[in-house]
């Protein structure tokens, strides 16, 4: 188990409650909710009460003016792919205690569970504005209270045992981008090249800075200590002290004396030689996928040229033909033998219509902007999962990792389309939530049985792989006590089994 704070976006909108929760209940376009719960909001703790909730929630937020920052506590408590599907009661145990740990248990909170993905997770939004008081609490420290939980809940429960030894220093951001990106972070990059650099044998603050040149970034203050900046990308930056206990600002200046800024980022990037360039995670795979993402990546950046292009022509003609329209009718009134009287009811008139017709060309215009078709592949992991979704077997190679539960494999060389219309998981997967705690995930190959291996869910097991695998050519994987029941599930609804292996 694991609990994460999200951070709030720089965009205030976003981390409002009236955006988070929509999200968390109807995210991706469709229902996601497969649990909900309403903490300290007597009367509201139905799923159908959940707008109401968001309205009262954010008029006690309104009522604290002095804030101006975000009012909203977003919090996801992620399950091991392992773990057993939790009770309702087990549920709600451990979002109190995890809100508890943040400090937040008298203030108002959602919380829903979200089953589509591979492992399990719960969001929580808090209302950090205590109800009575209408202060604010920020839990800054509470990630050690987090970290205590989660292992004494995966004692309580019997989940998965998470290894929590501390690993390099990776900041929130970095951590997110090679999650959702799936690409190596600037943070990471740092530490892999300049982070190895022997300072022993640097002699001064120039030097270090001359020997950063070769990186193309730069070493810059940065509040009350010193951050890796590049020297042609702003936003690419990380603390100095992630690179190692040796980069911090108080060891460098022990060593070198007081800090000497260096050059300008002009210079640096005149000379860099090995600038940061965005690479898949893990080890390099010369299977041409990275190279075919780039190739989509150009080619989705000049479709959107081309049509940003035809869709200025368009408006610009539309444009041009209402006030060609107008001109005319108004040209045409100037030319009638009337009263003037008569000609300034028909003058205001036209400049009525004429602004009814505005309005419905700003909306037609509008609606051309939004059904633009978008040829964007997506981040480099969301390609992955798109092309393991379809059978692409260099993309399942990378994405796919050794089975632990009960697994039925396919023997079938052909590429396959997943059959369910899920969307694919992260991994090219998709997880089947069936009724009684029951979830399958289905890949390209093989059909497997997340949590306990009980009966009914070898059962859903086998007709699952029967509906999408076929009855021939199919090997059962797992314990030797879960594969001698299934290997008879399986021969009583016609499977026939080649192979046995055993986990």
Known sequence: MIITPKQPRNDKTRSRLSTLVPYMLRGQGKERCTWYMAGNLPGLDRRDDAGLAVDVMELLQE???????SKTYHLVISFHPEDRRLMPAELEEVVRRAVRAAGLEEHQYIAVRHSEQEHEHLHVAVNKIHPQTLRIHHPYKAIYGYQALCSALEEELGLHLVDRTRGPSRSHKARDFEAHQGLESFSRWAS??????ELDRIESWPALHEELKRFGVRLVPRGNGLAILDATRANLTCKASSLGRQWSKQ????RYGEFVPGPSAVEVAREQLNAYVKQPLGRALDDGLWHEYQGALASARIHRSDLREALTRRVDAAR????????????????????GRDKRRLYKSLSCDRR?????LRATIKQWRTLRPDTHPGSWKEFLAARAGRGDQRAIGRLSRPSRGPTIKSGDKRLRFLSSRGLPTSRGSVVHNL??????RESARSIELLGDARDDGLEQLVRVAKQ???????TLLGPRDVQERLSKMAAEQGLEIGEERQR
């Open 356 to 360: 009814t017709a505005e309005r419905r």
């Open 435 to 440: 009724g009684g705690g029951i979830r399958l």
């Open 192 to 197: 892999r090249t300049i982070g190895v650099t």
């Open 468 to 474: 999408t695998l076929g009855t021939k050519g199919l």
């Open 63 to 69: 009522g604290n003016q002095r804030s101006k920052g």
């Open 251 to 254: 060891r460098l200046c022990e």
């Open 320 to 339: 041009a033909a209402h006030r060609r329209r107008f001109k005319r009718k108004h040209h045409a009134i100037a030319a009638m033998p009337i009263p």
